[in-house]
């Protein structure tokens, strides 16, 4: 019945190293060897998505920065859209360290990752064997970047909610998109992107619509993907403002017992 999938990457498809299992890469080859079409839609720029893409060792289309991105399985970009200036300039000169000063705003301008802090030991910490680091620049060099998506990081998820309702109150909720992608990020990017609007215009290409896919996710960026398609399941390990919203999707095993791939074994007996 169904054709294709559509999965988040962090805390769906990849373990809870951020890295490919080996039963989730072989999942995913036997998946496509059927002929079942197969999608990668993360809040990660393309760099970040083909890292994943190519630990999987397969060429697949990717939808990137929740929506805002996509490309072709060859790395084509097929759209792009960024954040509206008058809207990114008001986000920008929000004082946002008077709300936890130890949050950081990082950013996504193309194919480039950029943040203001030297924070190389922070995203060391997050992640050992990493082998990308945001570029520092300055506070005013930041400013005149035209961002998908930026993000701003922080330990305390109350601090960031209270930005959250700051950025709502200065620019306006219909202006602009906010979401957790999880406790710890809260992320800005375009009003009229989400990943299931990027994924429709995947699937049209190769002549499938939404009904025909099956989703998976654990953000909040995930619950058009997860409600829109033909079948959206979420992780066990999903933020809970996912799950909140969720009242009549199946939750499976998380991402680090393989949930994602478990499930896909199941549906297309694989």
């Given at each position: ?7 988040d990457l962090d805390g769906t498809l990849l373990n809870g190293e951020h890295k490919v ?206 409600t829109q398609t033909g079948l959206g399941f979420a992780m066990e390990n999903s933020i ?31």
């Amino acid at each position: 019945m169904f054709k294709a999938v559509v999965t988040d990457l962090d805390g769906t498809l990849l373990n809870g190293e951020h890295k490919v299992s080996e039963f989730t890469r072989k999942t995913v080859k036997l998946l496509l060897k059927k002929g079942i079409k197969f999608y990668i839609a993360t809040g990660r720029n393309y760099l970040g998505a083909k890292e994943a893409m190519d630990e999987l060792d397969v060429q697949v289309p990717l939808i990137t920065s929740h929506g805002s991105v996509a490309f072709d399985e060859n790395g084509n970009e097929i759209f792009s859209n960024k954040l509206k200036r008058e809207y990114l300039d008001k986000v920008l000169n929000i004082d946002y360290k008077s709300f936890g000063k130890d949050i950081i705003i990082t950013g996504y301008a193309g194919p480039n990752w950029f943040v203001t802090e030297n924070l190389r030991e922070y995203f060391y910490n997050k992640k050992p064997d990493r082998t990308r680091y945001p570029q520092q620049i300055t506070s005013e060099e930041f400013k005149k970047q035209d961002f998908t998506k930026i993000f701003f990081l922080g330990e305390d998820h109350d601090e960031l909610l209270e930005l959250e309702n700051e950025i709502k109150r200065v620019i306006g909720e219909e202006n602009i998109s906010l979401l957790f992608a999880n406790e710890g990020s809260l992320e800005v990017f375009p009003a009229d992107c989400n990943k299931a609007k990027a994924a429709e215009v995947l699937l049209e290409r190769d002549g499938l619509t939404l009904k025909d896919a099956v989703s998976f996710g654990d953000g909040l960026n995930d619950y058009d993907l997860i409600t829109q398609t033909g079948l959206g399941f979420a992780m066990e390990n999903s933020i809970y403002l996912l799950l909140e919203k969720l009242t009549d999707t199946e939750i499976i095993a998380s991402n680090a017992n393989d949930g994602m791939a478990k499930k896909v074994r199941e549906i297309f007996d694989l």
